[in-house]
């Protein structure tokens, strides 16, 4: 369902060139969790980015569903975004003096859902997550493992069918962090979910995927995947996916 097809990405800083992401090429499927294991600078978090539309890759191609992002305009990334995939930060990135299900609300508030479709949205999501309870409360009330769950819940509400997560279990302890990687695991049966992590147990015991990054490539990876043309391709189950 997601293709990366010899991608490169550099960033200039004055004279300085980064070869972030170099030559990568590698496909994921629906219901796999990924996890991304390498040392700090491998390109991990770039590679996450150029996968849900956060940033552009310079050179290659990057398909979803079988159709080549490479003529995409910026309308298109952002119904790509908005519609197809969902994001997990390590700092949860909520807005401090927004309830629990306004924080759930906003992301689905800029892809123009109407309200009320919007609150039921929310409401599922966090019901999903464990928070029904919570919902009119501030994050600076919740702890850290319900402030990651939030952001999962603002991930989810839009049923996204690929869930990049960027070291979500980065600021917890090792029991939250059990709980956060069930979770995870237990959303990766709907859905495609490739996680950045420094946590090789946290890795091994969850995730049925291990991809090693270093200096921009892929230096392993524990369940490599060639897609055989259409067969292989993701079902178009969802219909939102025909949009383009
Ligand atoms: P990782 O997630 O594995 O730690 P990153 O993808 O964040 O690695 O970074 C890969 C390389 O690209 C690093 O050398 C980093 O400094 C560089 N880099 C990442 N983002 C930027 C940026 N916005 N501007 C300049 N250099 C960047």
Redesign the pocket.
Known sequence: MLQLKHIFKS?K?GDNV?H?LDDVTISFRDQEFVAIL??????????LNVIGGLDRYDKGDLIINGKSTKNFKETDWDAYRNNTVGFIFQNYNLIPHLSIIANVELGMDLSGVPAKKRREKALNALTQVGLKEHINKRPNQLSGGQMQRVAIARALANDPDILLCDEPTGALDTETSVQIMKLIKKLSKDRLVIM?THNPELAEQYATRIVN?QD?KIRHDSQPFEPQEENDQFNLKRTKMSYW
């Open positions: 960033y800083v980064t972030a390498g040392p700090s600078g491998s390109g991990k978090t770039t590679m950045v990054f921009g």
